[in-house]
């Protein structure tokens, strides 16, 4: 894991192309490569942007005069001062190749408008929230989990994370880790149980989350009650195979996808980065 020293100026590095209209230009505040796959990183927040915990915006950067736009859900909570990613390096990405060699100071180009599925407004009311993430979908469950509203509408949350190699599994496992001492939600921390599972390198528990849940596993290893449209809301983002066969699980057992127009029983977010 290496972290890149987190900037000490504000004032951003010249870009060499014009910056588009109604696009903001803001600045790499901090970077921390977590795998040679996986990084995250901190950039300024315009003053204008609004969002809600758990919405994406489309990020670029200023290499070309028509730049390549991608959705990168949000990771920092809607109070936050600066914008949270977290992302995956795809060596010949039309983005990503050039992003995971940002550094303190470089711009970062954010489209104005943030959007998305998984808001809690998009959820009726129940007792339980899953949150089922594979990879770089955990992004916006970051967000939310550091949202108080999410504990003002749910007496208890789940979070389960599946990667390929424990490494991967790091970024969520101190996001879960500093909500304790979060100043906002920390007396909410004991609120929140995370799930980690890998499907390549051996760690105590492997596997698809599909077929843990189906298994009954995953229910046995928490000591809870399997999903129940009555008591239970589910989030998932992640793999788009993952997204399938999940919401297919969830529908089986009577869940309903939900909207913001339509709220109801689980919603999924099939934006993802390239």
């Not at 950067?61 to 001062?81: G, H, I, M, Q, T």
Request: charged share 25%; aromatic share 8%; glycine share 6%.
């Amino acid at each position: 894991m290496n972290t890149v020293p987190t900037l000490n100026s504000s004032e951003a590095r010249p870009v060499p192309f014009p910056i588009p209209a109604n696009v903001y230009a803001e600045t790499v505040v901090s970077v921390k490569h977590y795998t040679d796959r996986l990084f995250a990183f901190r950039v300024t927040r315009p003053k204008s942007l609004r969002f809600r915990s758990g919405e994406f915006v489309m990020i670029g950067l200023p290499n070309a005069e028509k730049p390549v736009f991608r959705a990168y859900s949000v990771a920092s909570p809607a109070w936050d001062e600066e914008l949270e990613f977290f992302s995956i390096k795809v060596p010949d990405g039309p983005l990503t190749q050039h992003l995971q060699k940002i550094q303190p100071g470089d711009t970062i180009l954010l489209r104005q408008k943030a959007t998305g599925t998984l808001v809690l407004d998009a959820l009726t009311p129940a007792r339980r929230l899953f949150m089922i993430s594979t990879g770089t979908g955990i992004a916006p469950f970051a967000s939310l989990l550091r949202d108080p509203d999410t504990y003002e509408r749910f007496e208890k949350v789940v979070l389960t994370h599946t990667c390929r190699d424990r490494a991967e599994l790091t970024y969520g496992q101190e996001l879960v880790a500093a909500l304790r001492d979060d100043p906002l939600i920390g007396e909410y921390a004991d609120r929140v149980t995370l799930y980690n599972s890998t499907t390549r390198e051996e760690t105590p528990v492997m596997g698809r989350i599909t077929t843990l849940i189906e298994s009954g596993k995953f229910y046995s290893d928490l000591g809870i009650e399997p999903l129940n449209r009555e008591t239970d809301r589910v989030m998932i983002c992640g793999s788009m195979h993952m997204l399938h066969d999940v919401k297919e699980l969830v529908e089986k057992r009577g869940f309903v996808e939900g909207s913001l127009s339509s709220p109801a029983d689980f919603v999924v977010e099939r934006a993802f980065v390239g």
